[in-house]
Structure formats: structure tokens, C-alpha cells
């Protein structure tokens, strides 16, 4: 397996709760097209929030995310644990047009 998502949808939104490539397949637009698939389905289901997760540490990803439309929404401070102490979650929001 290259990639997989997992997500859940309740009524009108959903939270990605994982994505992710195989590092011999990164950086090859794998990731980006699963996404944009992701957002495709959500979107059929009737989903205007589409949620997410980041480590802050997480740049490519937080990358990844801006360039199809998530914003910041809030900021779970010292949620992650860490060998050095503790790490920012951000989580991020897509509104899926209708």
C-alpha cells in the first residue's frame, strides 16, 4: 500500500484523522491527489467542514493542507508529547462549498 486516509463524517462535517504516503512514494503528488480525493467524497456526503490535526513541527504538511484551502483554527498548546517536552497541535478547517 502507497497511502491510505482515514476519515468520519457526522451530519454535516468530517475529520481527517490520518493521511499518509510511504516514503518511497513521497513527494510525487501522491499525497496531494489522496487528499483532493478525500475532499471529493466528503463533499458528495453533504460535509461543509472538513477538520484536521497537525503537529506544528508537521511543515510539509501544514504546507500541504494551506495549498488546497485549510486555515488555522485554533492552536491545542503543549498537546503532543515530545523527547524534548511538549509540541503545538494545529487545527486546521477546510469550508467545502456546497
Request: glycine fraction near 6%; hydrophobic fraction near 50%.
Amino acid at each position: 500500500m502507497a497511502a491510505f486516509a482515514i476519515t468520519q463524517v457526522v451530519l454535516d462535517e468530517a475529520t481527517l484523522f490520518n493521511i499518509a504516503v510511504d516514503p518511497a512514494y513521497q513527494r510525487r503528488g501522491l499525497g496531494r491527489a489522496l487528499l483532493e480525493h478525500v475532499i471529493d467524497e466528503v463533499e458528495k456526503l453533504g460535509v461543509v467542514t472538513l477538520w484536521l490535526e497537525v503537529r506544528a513541527s508537521n511543515v510539509a504538511a501544514i504546507a500541504l493542507y494551506e495549498s488546497v484551502g485549510f486555515n488555522e483554527a485554533t492552536i491545542r498548546r503543549n498537546y503532543y508529547p515530545t523527547t524534548d517536552g511538549r509540541e503545538d497541535a494545529i487545527i486546521m478547517a477546510l469550508p467545502i462549498s456546497m
